[in-house]
């Protein structure tokens, strides 16, 4: 009976993990920068592992994919 119940908490963690894991590796928020604070550029920059997106004050918010990887900044 506790060997069965250690394997089913095992496969939970496990599946959490990688839920976690896709989570993680879909976000775009990976790299941030506020510069709201700034009257000039009132816009927050965003970039993850696929594009990276810039909201400006208005509302409007641009994204650019990365084509290649090796484009990265």
Request: glycine residues 10%; negative net charge.
């Amino acid at each position: 009976m506790a060997v069965t119940l250690c394997q089913v908490m095992g496969f939970v963690l496990g599946v959490l993990g990688v839920a976690g894991i896709v989570a993680a590796t879909a976000m775009d928020m990976w790299s941030t920068e506020d510069l709201y604070d700034n009257p000039v550029t009132s816009v927050y920059s965003y970039a993850g592992l696929w594009r990276s997106c810039v909201r400006q004050s208005s509302g409007f918010t641009e994204c650019r994919p990365y084509f290649t990887i090796l484009g990265l900044p």
